[in-house]
């Protein structure tokens, strides 16, 4: 007869169940006789501590039961048998427990639900497909008939309709949350702790998709952003958003003009943007926006809106199956139904993420004492810098972020509440010089410059560029930095050449009478 052994990690067995048969006990090494035998009697309640090891009398050969290198041996039979000798105890001595694997991990359900979202589509397009063949294929009378039950039921259909739409509000309703900083409120489908463990995924994956691309923490461009990340960070401390990540500083050697923070406080900063900026003080208002997107948790909020869109949405592109009289025309309906859903709902709320990310990375900037007067001349920079490289320009409708016209625009109009704040968290005077001042005119010098050469040429492209002109930026944040006072010793620079490295501090608090450095 077998023996059903069903051992978990807490308890034996569910609480319904009871194993009532008397077990002889065996146990002892390998050439040793049994010293001691008795009978037991297991039910729920066997604490799992103790130590079990069985064996029934039986005629039968011991069954073995083997773990973590140790082994048990059990029969199980009416009779009792002749003596049977002792089954050796592998690395150990008789007592020790039996353990099971740990417990597998759930799939977070963010990323559980990006990879259902195909599947979603194709049962919709499935279903759809399925209701038009069978539609087609019914007879006349019949649908008369169905044509008749549905207007007959109208009232009782739109009455279902509303009860789920009812219930759909309601389910929204108890989602809503008020976002940190801005109070704004705002729907969240995924939580943020919840959304944390797809951030932990994503940066395993960004490291090693960089990972033979990260400059070393000794190189001056890391310890630099490193210094203004650390600054912006102790100087916000009184956002529990910003208190409670560990933040830590990537850079990237791409020339791509980019930058962005994951959820869980990794700061990725490609060497392209460094070379983009002019001055620390346009990097802490960068590093800022970048901030505020994970202390916000914008992506989390931005995942809860597409997938509600999305699920909604599945009603719509099954009707666009159901009704479409050929599949090609289905393909254009969906294809369609797509791209408004992204210019009506996604593009929108992402240009509005983006703006609320500039609001409030202009606020962190300021608390740490930055001039946040330089904020609105890196976009500007950055929009002579697009024309004269020759990037193609899109209307702002069909981008995801604002433009940057837009950006300079409504960083102007948030900037005397941005310098009251910085004002109140007892940072030094801001020089007279004003960078937006001083951007203009530089940009007024080139166009008359350019004008009368007759709107450049090779002679004019040899001539230096006025201050604060992005064009190029050979150099960029790592010279114009590497000029500035050194950093004191610390445990997290490379103690060998300080000198290498700007002060970000001491230029983030403002040294009296000296206005932004430009590259």
Request: net charge positive; with cysteine.
């Amino acid at each position: 007869m077998a023996l059903l052994c069903v051992l978990r990690s807490s308890c034996f067995s569910s609480p319904s169940a009871h194993l009532t048969r008397h077990f002889r006990v065996c146990c002892g090494h390998a050439g040793r006789p049994v010293q001691k035998t008795h009978y037991s009697r297991l039910s729920s309640q066997t604490h799992p501590t103790r130590p079990v090891h069985f064996r029934d009398t039986s005629k039968s050969s011991p069954l073995l039961l083997l773990n973590n290198g140790r082994m048990a041996c059990c029969q199980t039979g009416p009779k009792p048998p002749l003596p049977v000798r002792s089954c050796p105890v592998l690395l150990g001595q008789c007592g020790h427990l039996f353990h099971t694997s740990a417990p597998a991990k759930a799939l977070p359900v963010p990323l559980l639900w990006m990879v259902l979202k195909p599947l979603q589509k194709l049962a919709a397009i499935i279903l759809g497909r399925s209701i038009r063949k069978w539609w087609v294929a019914l007879p006349d009378n019949r649908r008369q008939l169905f044509r008749g039950w549905v207007r007959r039921r109208r009232w009782h259909l739109a009455a279902g309709a509303a009860v789920a739409v009812v219930i759909v509000a309601l389910l929204l309703l108890t989602h809503l949350d008020e976002s940190p900083v801005t109070g704004r409120t705002r729907l969240l489908v995924f939580s943020r702790e919840t959304y944390m463990e797809l951030a932990a995924l994503t940066s395993e994956a960004y490291m090693e998709e960089f990972a033979e691309l990260l400059v070393p923490v000794t190189d001056p461009r890391h310890q630099v952003v490193e210094r203004v990340v650390q600054h912006l960070a102790q100087r916000n401390e009184d956002i529990p958003e910003v208190s409670q990540v560990t933040w830590s500083v990537h850079v990237v050697q791409s020339p791509d003009v980019n930058a962005f923070v994951l959820p869980d406080g990794k700061v990725f900063m490609f060497a392209g943007m460094l070379e983009a900026v002019a001055d620390v003080h346009q990097l802490s208002v960068v590093l800022g926006h970048e901030m505020a997107h994970a202390v916000l948790g914008h992506s989390a909020e931005q995942a809860s809106l597409s997938h509600v869109v999305d699920l909604l949405s599945l009603i719509l592109l099954t009707a666009i199956w159901a009704v479409c009289p050929r599949d090609s025309l289905a393909l254009l309906g969906q294809w369609i139904q797509g791209k408004l859903s992204q210019l009506m709902f996604n593009r929108p709320f992402s240009r509005k993420l983006e703006a609320e990310a500039d609001q409030v990375g202009l606020q962190l900037a300021a608390k740490a004492c930055a001039d946040v007067r330089a904020g609105p001349v890196f976009w500007q920079q950055m929009e002579i810098r697009d024309q004269l490289t020759g990037e193609p320009t899109f209307p702002e409708w069909l981008s995801t972020h604002p433009s940057h016209k837009n950006r300079f625009t409504q960083l102007d109009r948030l900037m005397p509440q941005a310098l009251e704040l910085r004002e109140s968290c007892s940072c030094p005077a801001l020089p007279d010089t004003d960078p937006r001042t001083v951007f203009s005119k530089s940009v007024r010098l080139l166009l008359e410059t350019n004008k009368h050469r007759g709107g450049g040429g090779p002679e004019g492209a040899r001539k230096p560029r006025p201050p604060h002109i992005p064009a190029s930026l050979p150099t960029g944040l790592t010279a114009a930095l590497l000029a500035q006072t050194a950093l004191p010793p610390s445990s997290h620079v490379d103690q060998e050449a300080p000198e290498a490295v700007p002060s970000v501090a001491s230029e983030l608090a403002g040294a009296e009478g000296e206005g932004p450095r430009t590259s």
